[in-house]
């Protein structure tokens, strides 16, 4: 059952459990207060006869008219009184039927008087009932009555909707003072906490619209501090970030001209290495190598400084197909170098990726790891397998290189903090994982010492391999 909307709300919900609570408190009060009822009532009976047996003991010679008006006026059918340790009926009237219980209220427990009252409440029926008391001003030893339980019934119903309707007023008004009470201490102070965050929201950058604390209350107050330096970091974040953009843009800019620049020295260096002469012999090599270093990286900056890669276009991928194809271009860059190559995936292995930004990601960690081996000089291995666990796929690339050197293990998937490999910038790897993060999975290195390094490739599994297999035939 859907509440309404106004129920919905702090002030509406709070509205509710007072009425809810302040009518249990009157539950807890009504109960004792029917049972004094209850009691008063059968007193006030008790001494109604008492005084119609008083006028009998005075004029022995009463008729029975009178006697019958005096048990009318008192609402008992016959009074017996105990005086000098002598039980004397008093009055007298025919029962109209047999007595159902006693009730003695002299010693009578407050808890007994609880279960009495309750008991008449819910007794529909007219019973008689016997009851003893003290009588007043000590006129004897005790008091004795027989009664009709509906009169005490109905009156205790009377007494009962009136304190119900005592209580419905009692409730309401505490209810509208609170509701008053809440809306001006607590919800409009939060209102303004949302209205100040909607605007803010609408321009993080306009430092105008960063909430200025005000409340009295004190957690409230607290709020309004938290949310003011948020805000505050967060607009300097955004200029910051804004600055670094536009540096960035900067920097693509000239990294595009230096890049053509470049490239021209490059073709004069290359006819430097046709000379004979043995002191440019000598140094070509050098400028060469810087020439094409300094290229690679603005090559590499403007590659880096692009707009984020494009969401991954998910479909079923053979592994052991684009691996097979990553290694056999390694194998043309390897020429007569001893360095071999192994494959550990399965045929019929088939997950879900975007099968060129996973070329790039696995080719890059081949490539770093061939250039790795080759720079040494000495022979060496690079091993690619794969793995399908219960929840992802795992594609291992090991190598048995020399390792990555301290200081790219400590930000080696971070942009211009150091390649993995000497003279690199450290773009590659980054690159790689935001691609593997953009497919929900993550590019760990689990081993690099002095006996290689291994790295792996955690790709989270959409949906079963012959699903999989289903769409590259529907491809196909």
């Not at 809810?20 to 008790?46: G, K, N, T, Y």
Request: glycine residues 6%; charged residues 25%.
């Amino acid at each position: 059952m859907k509440l309404p909307r106004f129920l919905n709300t702090l002030t509406g919900r709070f509205l509710m459990l007072t009425v809810i609570f302040v009518m249990a408190a009157e539950v807890m009060i009504f109960v004792p207060s029917i049972a004094r009822f209850r009691e008063d009532f059968l007193l006030s009976r008790l001494e109604r006869a008492q005084i119609a047996s008083l006028a009998l003991l005075a004029n022995e010679t009463i008729d029975m008219g009178l006697e019958d008006e005096l048990l009318a006026n008192a609402g008992v059918y016959n009074v017996v009184l105990r005086r000098n340790e002598i039980r004397q009926l008093v009055l007298s009237s025919p029962i109209p039927a047999q007595i159902f219980a006693t009730y003695d209220l002299r010693d009578a427990s407050a808890w007994e008087l609880i279960q009495d009252a309750i008991t008449v409440m819910l007794d529909p029926k007219d019973q008689v009932i016997r009851v003893i008391g003290d009588p007043v001003k000590q006129a004897g030893l005790l008091i004795e009555v027989t009664l009709s339980t509906q009169p005490l019934r109905m009156a205790m119903i009377d007494y009962g909707m009136r304190i119900l309707m005592l209580s419905a007023v009692i409730s309401f008004l505490t209810a509208a003072l609170l509701f008053f009470a809440v809306r001006a201490l607590i919800v409009k102070p939060i209102k303004r906490v949302v209205g100040a965050m909607t605007s803010y929201a609408q321009a993080p950058e306009d430092a105008r619209r960063i909430i200025e604390p005000s409340a009295h209350v004190l957690e409230l107050r607290e709020a309004e501090i938290a949310l003011c330096d948020m805000q505050t970091e967060l607009t300097g974040a955004l200029r910051q970030k804004e600055r670094l953009a536009q540096l960035g843009g900067a920097v693509a800019k000239v990294s595009h001209d230096l890049r053509n620049i470049l490239t021209t020295a490059q073709l004069f260096s290359d006819r430097l290495e046709a000379s004979q002469d043995p002191a440019v012999m000598r140094s070509a090599p050098k400028l060469v190598n810087s020439i094409h270093r300094a290229v690679n990286l603005c090559e590499s900056t403007l590659a880096f400084g692009k707009a984020e890669e494009p969401a991954p276009a998910l479909k079923g991928v053979r592994i052991a197909e684009l691996v097979a194809e990553v290694i056999e271009s390694e194998r043309l860059a390897v020429m007569d170098f001893d360095l071999s190559f192994a494959e550990d995936v399965p045929a019929t292995m088939v997950l879900r990726a975007d099968d060129e930004q996973l070329y790039r990601v696995i080719s890059n960690l081949v490539r770093n790891a061939r250039q790795a081996i080759m720079a040494t000089g000495n022979p060496g291995e690079i091993a690619v397998s794969s793995v399908d666990e219960a929840d992802e796929w795992i594609i291992h690339i090991s190598d048995t290189g020399p390792g990555l050197p301290a200081k790219a293990r400590e930000h080696l998937f971070q942009p211009f903090h150091g390649g993995a490999r000497k003279g690199g910038f450290g773009l590659g790897l980054a690159i790689a994982s935001e691609l593997i993060r953009g497919h929900g999975g993550r590019l760990v290195l689990e081993l690099s010492d002095k006996t290689g390094t291994r790295f792996a490739i955690h790709l989270p599994k959409g949906f079963s391999d012959v699903h999989a297999g289903d769409q590259i035939s529907k491809s196909a």
